[in-house]
């Protein structure tokens, strides 16, 4: 009877993903009483200080959100499929959009990258491996997300790879 209960409470949690999102904006908010709860305690954790691992924090922040709004999108009632496929077609050409603007080092379309980076202006941002994380989700989006496979012009299958 117990593993049924865990069993649901993962599935519960798997598809209440949405609220993760909003988990990471709760730790994010309270970063700073949690250092100082840590450091009372004399239990601290160097990462939650660390301008590095905080300008990864606040770039997962953003790519959560931007994943978030398109789960969102392409969930909404009464949704066409074709409205379906414009919005990933749209969300991959925002994620194309965005690797070129962080190979130029622009962050503005990461607002919590931004402000975790402005926070510590004595250390340059190397945008290095947020282009990587946007490039292999724009491959993943690519190969392995929504395909849209027409046959004679006439009949057209959607098929959703991966797991």
């Keep these: 009877m117990k593993d049924c209960q865990y069993g649901e ?9 949405l609220s993760r999102g ?16 840590l450091k009372q305690r004399d239990e601290p ?17 953003d790519i959560t959100e ?8 392409i969930q909404a009632r009464d949704k066409e499929l074709e409205e379906i496929t414009s919005d990933i077609k749209a969300f991959l050409k ?3 959009f965005w690797e070129q603007n962080l190979i130029d080092g622009d962050t503005r379309h990461f607002p919590m990258l931004s402000e975790k980076t402005s926070q510590s ?26 395909q849209r496979n027409c046959y ?12």
């Excluded at 409470?9 to 993903?17: K, P």
């Excluded at 988990?23 to 700073?32: A, E, G, Y």
């Design 9 to 17: 409470l993962l599935l519960y949690s798997e598809v209440r993903w």
């Design 66 to 73: 931007q994943l978030n709004e398109l789960n969102l999108q």
């Design 22 to 37: 909003g988990v990471l904006k709760r730790l994010n908010d309270m970063i700073s009483a949690i250092v100082r709860f």
């Design 94 to 96: 925002k994620l194309e």
């Design 152 to 163: 004679s012009g006439a009949i057209c299958c959607f098929t959703l790879h991966g797991n």
């Design 45 to 61: 954790i160097p990462e939650l200080e660390n301008s590095i691992w905080l300008r990864d924090f606040g770039f997962l922040l």
């Design 121 to 146: 202006p004595l250390e340059p941002y190397d945008s290095k491996h947020h282009v990587e994380i946007v490039s292999n989700l724009e491959d993943n989006f690519k190969n392995q997300g929504f």
